[in-house]
C-alpha cells in the first residue's frame, strides 16, 4: 500500500492506544511498553487487552480489542507470531488505523515466518491498516508524549529523528542521546519492514517541521538508487546520518541472521550514497556526536579553525588533528594577538592556538574565542578546558576544607559556586557568539564527569556543544564542513 | 649528568619533601602543590618554606631551606624564575637530592630564558642534583602516597606509568585514569627536560617492577635512533603506548610555542617507532582506553573473536568494526551451538556473534562466554550489553514503582538488587575465565552512565574491562594483538 505522510503522522500522533498482550509480569514485552506508555504520560487513553485481567496500572483492561468503548487509532501487538492473525482481525473490524507489532518470529527466522509475514502484510494491505514491524522494538513520539520502547528512556522533545531497523541498537542511541541532552523528534525500529521501510519514515521526516537530523541505522537498504535519489532532495535541506550495519562479510552475515538482511551493498553504492550528501559513520557513537553538533551549531563556512585552550599540550594534539583531517589552523593577525594579550601574561603563545596558559582571569577565555569569531579568517572555534574545570576545582576545594585551617569555608564556598556559575555562563556565552556571528564554537571539556554534551538555553537558536575529546570537535566540524560542501 | 635508576627512585620515594614558594593563597602553584602533598597523606616530613608564614596547613614554615632542621630529599620550586637560581643554590648548601622546578619561563619563552635554563642546569649537574623541569605540572608516586601535581588527582597505585612533556596533558590523562578506574605506577610532567628527559624516566620504568605499561606523551624526541633502540629492548617486556604532539605541520607550531619542541620527525621515522614495538596512537583518550586493556586482560594468542551480544544489531556492528580491523569472526562448530541453545529459544542466531536475544536467563551470557573461550577456534571476546543492562532495569523499575500498584515494592527492590549483583558477579566470572583460559575478555556496557571502565577484584591477576562503545573493545584487540606479533 502506498503511505503516504498522513499515515505515518497518525501513528506518531494517535489519540488513543491499545496494547494486545498487555500484562503486569515484570520484564515481559507486554509490560515494559504498556507500563512506559503509562508511565510516559500519554495523553490520550490507554487500552490494555488481557482477558484474564481486570485492571492492569491503574487502567480498565478488555478482553480483545473490540470490547473497547471507544475508538483505537493505534494498536501494539505483543502477543507470540501464532496467534497474532486473529487479533489483526479483530483490530480490522474495529477499524484501527496502525499496528506497531513487537512480535518476532516472522521473516528474519525462516520460511515458515516468511509465509506468516507475508498473509499478515497482505491482509492488513487489504484493509487499508498501516504495519511497523514486525520483530521492531517500539516507537518514540516525544511530540505526542508516546514513549513505547522496551527501555523506558524518555528523550526531551527536540530535532533529531531516528530510524532504526535495529531495535536495540535504536534504543541504546536513544538512552546516549538522552544522557547527552540530545533532543529527538521521534524515534522508530522499523524492524523486519514487512509494510512501512525505513523509506517512507525517510518521506515523512523530510515534510516533518520537527525534524532538522535524520539518523539512520539500516542493515538493509533494498533500491539503492531509490535512496541515493531521495537523499540527493533531503540533504538539501536536513543532514543524513547514516551507519549501515552490514558493510563486511562478518557484518553481513551477522546481519541475516539478525534481521534477515540481504548483505552486499558495495563500496561503489556507498560512494554514490557520499555524492548524495549523506554522512556516514561506522562507530554508533558518531551518529550522536555528530547529532549534538548538527542539532546545535551553525554550519562552518570554511575549513580554518580557531583554537582556544587552558593548557598547550591540548592546542598541539588538537592542531595535529585538525590538520590531519584537512581543517587549517591559521596565524592570526598582530592586532588579535595584542588585543587578547591584554589579558593574558607576557609569555602566552601569541598565536593560534591561543593558549591561555591556566589563566584565572575570567575574561580571557571569553575574549580569546570573541576575538577568533569576529576575524573573517576562521570559520569556527574550538574552545578546550574551559567548561570542565570545575571537576578540578571541586578537588582542590576538596583539599582545602581537609587540610587548611586559615582559609575559611565561606571562602572556599564562594570558590565553588564561582567554577559552577562560570561554566553555566560560558556555555551561554558561546551560545549567543554563535547566534551573533554565525559561526560555530564547539567545545571539549576534558573531563569524563558525566555532564551533558548538549546544553540548552530557553529561547536561543543554538545551544552549546561540550565534548569529552578534542577528536570528538575536530570530527564534528569535519562533517559538518563535508556535509555542507556537498550541499551546495 | 649521567641519571641512574637510584636517582629517579630517589626523586620518587624521597623520605621528605619541601615546597619553596608555599603559601596558601588559593589556586597559586604554591598552594597547590603544597596542599596537595598534605591532603594526599604523604608519609614523611613536609617543610613549607615561606619566609611570611608561621604555619601553612598546620604545618610549622621555614624562612628558607637551610633553616629546615633535618634532611630533604625532594625540594618542589614554584617561585618565579629570576629568583630561582638564589635558592638553588641553598638547596645545594642543604645538599637535597631532587629539584621539580615547577616555574616556568625558561627555555620555552626565548633567548634570555634558554641562558637561564642553561645557568641553572650546569649548576645543578655540577652539585650533583636530579632536576625535573623546568615548567612542569609535578609528578605523583602513589606507591610513596606523593601526590603532587596541580589538579588534586589522587589516583590509585597501579602499573601504567605516564610521562608526559605536556604538564596539562598528563594530568588530564592522569584524571581520566583516575574516573575510569585505571591504577598508575607514577606519573611525571618532564617539562622543558632541562636535565632529566624521557629517556631517563623510560631506562627506570624499564626495570621499575611496578610498572608493565608505559605511556609517553612527547612533543620532542631529540634522538630518534635512541629512542628505537630503547623501545626494541623495552617493548619486549612492557608495552609503550606514544601519543607524539606536533606530528604536523599546525600542530608542531602549537608545540614549540608551547614546550619549544623542534617539530619534524618524519613518517619514515615513525615507522621506524611502530617497528621498535612502540603502539602510536593520535587520539589521547586511545591512551587511556589502551591503557586499561593491556593492564587488565591477558594478550590475544590470534585474531579470531568471538562475540556475544544481548541484542543482534550491536553483533552486526562489532563484526563489521572487526573485519574493518583485520581481525575474524569465525564461524563456530555445532557443538557449541547445541550448548549454548540450551540457554536461549529456538530462534537465536546459531552462529557467531551469539545473539542473546535479550534473553533474562543469567547463565546464557555466562555458558555463551565460556563455550567460546573454551574453544581452541577463538582467540578473545567480545561481550556486548550484560554489564550496563541495570541501568535499563532501574528505568523499568522506575516505572513501575509510579503507576504499578499491583506489584509489591519489595519484588521491584529484589529485581533492582538482582541486575546489580548480577552485573558485579558477571564482571567477576569474566576475570575468573580470563584466569583459567589466558585469553582477553572485553565487555562493552553500551551506556555513558559513569562507571568505570576498570573494574577490580582483589587477588585476581586480571581485572574486568567494560568499554562504553565497541569500537573500543574492537582497537584495543587489533593494537594488542599488533603489540604481541611485533614482539615476537
Known amino acids: ?34 507500563s512506559n506508555i503509562v508511565a510516559g504520560n500519554f495523553r490520550g487513553p490507554i487500552y490494555p487487552i488481557n482477558p484474564h485481567k481486570e485492571y492492569l496500572f491503574g487502567l480498565k483492561c478488555y478482553k480483545s480489542i473490540l470490547e473497547v468503548p471507544d475508538k483505537v487509532d493505534l494498536v501494539f501487538v505483543t502477543i507470540p507470531a501464532q496467534r497474532v ?19 518476532s518470529g516472522f521473516g528474519e527466522t525462516g520460511e515458515e515466518g516468511k509465509r506468516l509475514q507475508r498473509e499478515m502484510v497482505e491482509f492488513l494491505e487489504r484493509e487499508g491498516i498501516l504495519l511497523v514491524g514486525p520483530n521492531t522494538m517500539g516507537l518514540i ?7 513505547a520502547t522496551g527501555p ?22 536513544v538512552f546516549w542521546a538522552t544522557q547527552q541532552g540530545i533532543g529527538i523528534s521521534m524515534f522508530v525500529g522499523s524492524g523486519n519492514e514487512g509494510m512501512a521501510t525505513y ?3 525517510l518521506l515523512y521526516l523530510e515534510r516533518d517541521p520537527r525534524t532538522r537530523i535524520i539518523v539512520l541505522y539500516l542493515e538493509e537498504i533494498g533500491d539503492g538508487r531509490d535512496l541515493v535519489s531521495m537523499a540527493k532532495r533531503i540533504t538539501q535541506e536536513k ?27 558495495n563500496r561503489v553504492f556507498r560512494g554514490a550514497l557520499r555524492q548524495a550528501g549523506i554522512i556516514e559513520v561506522s562507530i554508533p557513537s558518531e551518529l550522536l556526536e555528530l547529532s549534538a553538533a548538527f542539532s546545535s551549531v551553525p554550519l562552518p563556512k570554511g575549513n580554518r579553525i580557531g583554537i582556544v585552550t587552558l593548557g598547550g599540550g591540548w592546542g598541539v594534539v588538537t592542531s595535529d588533528l585538525c590538520e590531519e583531517m584537512g581543517l587549517l589552523v591559521p596565524e592570526i593577525p598582530e592586532e ?21 596558559v591556566g589563566t584565572r582571569d575570567p575574561n580571557a577565555p571569553l575574549v580569546a574565542v570573541e576575538e577568533l569569531l569576529r576575524w573573517e579568517g576562521i570559520d569556527a572555534v574550538i574552545v578546550l578546558g574551559i567548561v570542565g574545570r570545575k571537576d578540578v576545582v571541586d578537588l582542590l576545594v576538596d583539599s ?19 567554577a559552577q556559575n562560570y561554566e553555566a555562563s560560558f556555555a551561554l556565552r558561546m551560545v549567543e557568539f554563535m547566534e551573533a556571528y554565525e559561526k560555530p564554537v564547539i567545545g571539549v571539556s576534558l573531563t569524563t564527569s558525566g555532564e551533558k554534551i548538549v546544553r540548552e538555553f530557553e529561547g536561543k537558536r543554538y545551544r552549546g556543544v561540550f565534548y569529552q575529546s578534542p577528536e570528538q570537535a575536530v570530527r564534528s566540524l569535519k562533517r559538518m564542513l563535508e556535509y555542507k560542501e556537498r550541499r551546495t
Open 141 to 147: 513520539s516525544p511530540y505526542a508524549d508516546l514513549y
Open 152 to 173: 523506558h528512556t524518555r528523550p526531551k522533545k527536540g530535532d533529531v529523528a531516528f530510524v532504526s531497523q535495529s531495535g536495540n541498537l535504536g534504543n541504546q542511541l
Open 85 to 103: 492473525m486473529e487479533v489483526l482481525k479483530e483490530c480490522a473490524q474495529k477499524r484501527v488505523k496502525s499496528i506497531l507489532m513487537i512480535t
Open 400 to 418: 582545602a576544607k581537609r587540610i587548611d585551617p586559615d582559609t575559611p569555608p565561606e571562602f572556599l564556598k564562594r570558590v565553588d559556586e564561582f
Open 199 to 201: 523509506r517512507d519514515f
Open 336 to 356: 588579535i594577538v595584542r588585543t587578547i594579550g591584554r589579558y593574558l601574561p607576557d609569555f602566552w603563545s601569541k598565536s593560534n592556538p591561543v593558549d591561555l
Open 239 to 265: 543532514p543524513i546520518l547514516l551507519l549501515k550495519g552490514g558493510r563486511t562479510k562478518a557484518g553481513g552475515k551477522a546481519a541475516a541472521t539478525h534481521t534477515g538482511a540481504v548483505a552486499g551493498e
Open 1 to 34: 500500500m502506498e503511505i503516504s505522510f498522513k499515515d505515518i503522522e497518525a501513528l506518531l500522533f494517535p489519540r488513543s492506544v491499545a496494547v494486545i498482550g498487555a500484562t503486569n509480569y515484570f520484564g515481559k514485552w507486554g509490560q515494559l511498553i504498556t
